[in-house]
Protein backbone atom coordinates (compact mmCIF):
# COMPACT_ATOMS: atom_id res chain seq x y z
CA UNK A 1 0.00 0.00 0.00
CA UNK A 2 1.10 3.86 -0.48
CA UNK A 3 2.36 5.49 1.88
CA UNK A 4 0.51 8.40 0.08
CA UNK A 5 -2.77 8.49 -1.87
CA UNK A 6 -3.94 11.93 -3.20
CA UNK A 7 -7.36 11.10 -4.49
CA UNK A 8 -9.32 13.70 -7.06
CA UNK A 9 -7.79 16.80 -5.23
CA UNK A 10 -9.54 20.11 -5.67
CA UNK A 11 -8.70 23.66 -4.31
CA UNK A 12 -9.91 27.32 -5.05
CA UNK A 13 -9.82 30.73 -3.23
CA UNK A 14 -13.08 31.55 -3.32
CA UNK A 15 -14.65 31.39 -6.78
CA UNK A 16 -11.09 31.02 -8.23
CA UNK A 17 -9.84 27.85 -9.02
CA UNK A 18 -6.47 26.54 -7.91
CA UNK A 19 -6.10 22.64 -9.03
CA UNK A 20 -8.87 20.23 -9.44
CA UNK A 21 -8.94 16.57 -9.76
CA UNK A 22 -5.22 15.53 -8.04
CA UNK A 23 -4.03 12.31 -7.90
CA UNK A 24 -1.15 11.33 -6.49
CA UNK A 25 0.29 7.86 -4.90
CA UNK A 26 3.93 7.35 -3.29
CA UNK A 27 5.82 4.78 -1.81
CA UNK A 28 7.59 4.60 1.28
CA UNK A 29 11.81 4.94 0.51
CA UNK A 30 10.44 7.51 -3.14
CA UNK A 31 11.25 10.58 -4.03
CA UNK A 32 9.36 12.42 -6.27
CA UNK A 33 8.94 16.09 -7.93
CA UNK A 34 6.78 18.07 -9.05
CA UNK A 35 7.54 20.68 -11.68
CA UNK A 36 4.79 23.37 -12.92
CA UNK A 37 4.61 27.19 -13.78
CA UNK A 38 4.80 29.58 -11.58
CA UNK A 39 1.25 30.14 -9.40
CA UNK A 40 0.01 26.58 -10.41
CA UNK A 41 -0.45 26.03 -6.95
CA UNK A 42 2.70 23.65 -6.09
CA UNK A 43 3.21 25.32 -2.50
CA UNK A 44 -0.93 25.10 -1.94
CA UNK A 45 -0.61 21.43 -2.55
CA UNK A 46 2.25 20.67 -0.32
CA UNK A 47 0.21 22.85 2.14
CA UNK A 48 -2.94 20.84 1.43
CA UNK A 49 -1.42 17.32 1.88
CA UNK A 50 -0.13 18.51 4.56
CA UNK A 51 -3.80 19.73 6.26
CA UNK A 52 -2.69 23.08 6.58
CA UNK A 53 -4.43 24.49 3.84
CA UNK A 54 -8.30 23.45 3.41
CA UNK A 55 -9.57 21.37 0.19
CA UNK A 56 -12.86 21.92 -2.08
CA UNK A 57 -12.83 18.45 -3.27
CA UNK A 58 -10.93 14.90 -2.88
CA UNK A 59 -8.98 13.42 -0.09
CA UNK A 60 -5.21 12.96 0.99
CA UNK A 61 -4.34 9.33 2.95
CA UNK A 62 -0.64 9.22 4.66
CA UNK A 63 -0.46 5.79 5.98
CA UNK A 64 -4.00 5.11 5.88
CA UNK A 65 -4.90 7.98 7.99
CA UNK A 66 -7.71 10.38 6.04
CA UNK A 67 -6.01 13.81 6.90
CA UNK A 68 -8.94 15.79 5.25
CA UNK A 69 -11.55 13.92 8.05
CA UNK A 70 -9.23 15.16 11.14
CA UNK A 71 -9.73 17.90 13.05
CA UNK A 72 -7.24 21.01 13.16
CA UNK A 73 -6.02 19.90 16.32
CA UNK A 74 -6.13 16.14 14.98
CA UNK A 75 -4.17 17.41 12.11
CA UNK A 76 -1.57 19.02 13.95
CA UNK A 77 -0.85 16.15 15.87
CA UNK A 78 -0.32 14.18 13.18
CA UNK A 79 1.66 16.60 11.80
CA UNK A 80 4.36 16.33 14.25
CA UNK A 81 4.63 12.86 14.45
CA UNK A 82 4.67 11.94 11.09
CA UNK A 83 5.73 14.60 8.53
CA UNK A 84 8.90 16.50 8.03
CA UNK A 85 9.19 20.00 5.94
CA UNK A 86 11.90 21.71 4.34
CA UNK A 87 11.07 25.33 3.02
CA UNK A 88 12.83 27.49 1.02
CA UNK A 89 12.98 30.20 3.59
CA UNK A 90 14.60 27.95 6.36
CA UNK A 91 12.33 28.90 9.10
CA UNK A 92 15.05 28.55 11.69
CA UNK A 93 14.89 30.16 14.64
CA UNK A 94 17.05 33.19 15.05
CA UNK A 95 17.40 32.66 19.29
CA UNK A 96 18.03 28.86 18.99
CA UNK A 97 21.16 27.14 18.45
CA UNK A 98 21.81 24.61 15.73
CA UNK A 99 21.38 21.52 17.89
CA UNK A 100 17.77 23.03 19.58
CA UNK A 101 16.69 24.28 16.49
CA UNK A 102 17.09 20.48 15.09
CA UNK A 103 15.73 19.13 18.31
CA UNK A 104 12.62 21.16 17.84
CA UNK A 105 10.27 18.30 16.38
CA UNK A 106 11.12 15.99 19.41
CA UNK A 107 10.35 18.47 21.59
CA UNK A 108 6.98 19.31 20.57
CA UNK A 109 6.22 15.42 21.19
CA UNK A 110 7.69 16.06 24.75
CA UNK A 111 10.66 13.61 23.81
CA UNK A 112 14.55 14.67 24.37
CA UNK A 113 17.14 12.38 22.31
CA UNK A 114 20.57 14.52 22.17
CA UNK A 115 21.84 11.47 20.44
CA UNK A 116 19.43 11.59 17.86
CA UNK A 117 20.32 15.40 17.04
CA UNK A 118 23.70 14.61 16.79
CA UNK A 119 23.37 11.91 14.52
CA UNK A 120 21.09 14.12 12.18
CA UNK A 121 23.59 16.81 12.44
CA UNK A 122 26.48 14.21 11.48
CA UNK A 123 24.39 13.35 8.63
CA UNK A 124 24.58 16.62 7.14
CA UNK A 125 28.14 17.23 8.39
CA UNK A 126 27.15 20.41 10.87
CA UNK A 127 27.86 18.05 14.14
CA UNK A 128 30.87 20.62 14.00
CA UNK A 129 28.20 23.75 14.31
CA UNK A 130 25.54 22.26 16.77
CA UNK A 131 26.41 25.41 19.31
CA UNK A 132 26.56 28.06 16.88
CA UNK A 133 23.64 30.39 16.33
CA UNK A 134 21.87 30.50 13.02
CA UNK A 135 22.84 34.32 11.87
CA UNK A 136 26.66 33.02 12.05
CA UNK A 137 25.61 30.11 8.80
CA UNK A 138 25.60 30.40 5.68
CA UNK A 139 22.38 30.01 3.69
CA UNK A 140 23.78 26.11 2.75
CA UNK A 141 24.35 25.82 6.26
CA UNK A 142 21.24 27.03 7.13
CA UNK A 143 19.42 24.48 4.77
CA UNK A 144 21.54 21.27 5.99
CA UNK A 145 19.89 22.63 9.63
CA UNK A 146 16.18 22.89 7.75
CA UNK A 147 17.07 19.09 6.54
CA UNK A 148 17.96 18.13 10.16
CA UNK A 149 15.12 19.05 11.74
CA UNK A 150 12.88 17.81 9.20
CA UNK A 151 14.39 14.48 9.54
CA UNK A 152 15.38 14.27 13.32
CA UNK A 153 11.94 12.60 14.31
CA UNK A 154 12.28 10.05 11.55
CA UNK A 155 8.76 10.83 9.48
CA UNK A 156 6.79 8.86 7.49
CA UNK A 157 6.63 11.79 4.32
CA UNK A 158 8.87 14.54 4.16
CA UNK A 159 7.51 17.92 1.53
CA UNK A 160 10.07 19.72 0.93
CA UNK A 161 8.93 23.25 -1.24
CA UNK A 162 11.63 25.00 -3.26
CA UNK A 163 14.38 24.31 -0.83
CA UNK A 164 17.05 25.10 -3.64
CA UNK A 165 15.39 27.89 -4.33
CA UNK A 166 17.76 30.04 -2.80
CA UNK A 167 21.04 28.78 -2.94
CA UNK A 168 23.51 29.04 -5.28
CA UNK A 169 24.21 25.75 -8.23
CA UNK A 170 26.78 24.32 -6.52
CA UNK A 171 25.38 24.43 -2.90
CA UNK A 172 22.02 23.23 -4.64
CA UNK A 173 23.81 20.41 -5.16
CA UNK A 174 24.81 19.07 -2.35
CA UNK A 175 21.65 19.61 -0.74
CA UNK A 176 19.70 17.87 -2.95
CA UNK A 177 22.63 15.34 -2.16
CA UNK A 178 21.73 15.46 1.26
CA UNK A 179 17.98 14.99 1.28
CA UNK A 180 17.97 12.58 -1.43
CA UNK A 181 19.81 10.50 0.18
CA UNK A 182 18.70 10.96 3.56
CA UNK A 183 15.74 10.23 2.72
CA UNK A 184 16.24 7.12 0.94
CA UNK A 185 18.18 6.13 4.19
CA UNK A 186 15.11 6.46 6.32
CA UNK A 187 13.06 5.14 3.89
CA UNK A 188 10.92 7.95 4.12
CA UNK A 189 8.91 9.24 1.33
CA UNK A 190 9.44 12.54 -0.12
CA UNK A 191 7.20 14.87 -1.94
CA UNK A 192 9.55 18.35 -3.70
CA UNK A 193 8.00 20.97 -5.69
CA UNK A 194 10.65 22.81 -7.36
CA UNK A 195 10.84 24.92 -10.80
CA UNK A 196 14.61 23.43 -10.88
CA UNK A 197 14.83 20.99 -13.24
CA UNK A 198 18.51 19.76 -12.52
CA UNK A 199 16.73 19.35 -8.47
CA UNK A 200 13.95 17.15 -10.28
CA UNK A 201 16.49 15.15 -11.99
CA UNK A 202 17.06 13.64 -8.58
CA UNK A 203 13.86 12.18 -7.94
CA UNK A 204 12.56 8.63 -8.59
CA UNK A 205 9.28 10.28 -10.68
CA UNK A 206 8.91 13.94 -12.17
CA UNK A 207 5.19 14.93 -11.91
CA UNK A 208 3.75 18.24 -13.57
CA UNK A 209 0.96 20.23 -11.57
CA UNK A 210 -1.59 21.95 -14.13
CA UNK A 211 -4.80 23.38 -13.14
CA UNK A 212 -6.48 20.01 -14.37
CA UNK A 213 -4.07 17.96 -12.25
CA UNK A 214 -0.96 15.62 -12.01
CA UNK A 215 0.87 14.41 -15.63
CA UNK A 216 4.02 12.92 -15.67
CA UNK A 217 6.82 14.80 -17.07
CA UNK A 218 9.32 14.46 -19.90
CA UNK A 219 12.66 13.38 -18.51
CA UNK A 220 14.50 16.52 -19.33
CA UNK A 221 18.22 17.51 -18.92
CA UNK A 222 19.33 18.82 -16.15
CA UNK A 223 20.15 22.22 -16.33
Same mark, same amino acid.
Given at each position: @???? *? *? ?7 G?EP????V ?5 ? #?E???? &??E?G ?9 ? %? #? !??T????? *?H? %? /? ?6 S ?6 F ?12 ? *? !??? !??V ?6 P? &?L +????D ?6 V????G ?8 ? +?? !?? #???L +? ?7 LV??? +? ?7 ? /????P $?????? @?? &?L??Q???? /? $?A ?9 A ?7 L???P ?5 A???P? /?
Amino acid at each position: @MPLL *V *VRSLSKRYGTEPVFSNVDLQVAR #GEFIAI &LGESGVGKSTLLNCI %A #G !LDTVQAGS *VHI %A /GTDITALSEPAQALFRREHLGFVFQAFH *V !LPH !LSVAHNVGLPL &LL +QHQSDAARVHEVLQAVGLDALADRLP +QT !LS #GGQL +QRVAIARALVHRP +QLILADEPT /GNLDP $ATADKV @MD &LLSAQVRQQ /G $AACVLVTHSRAAAARADRVLTLTPAGIVEAERAPA /G
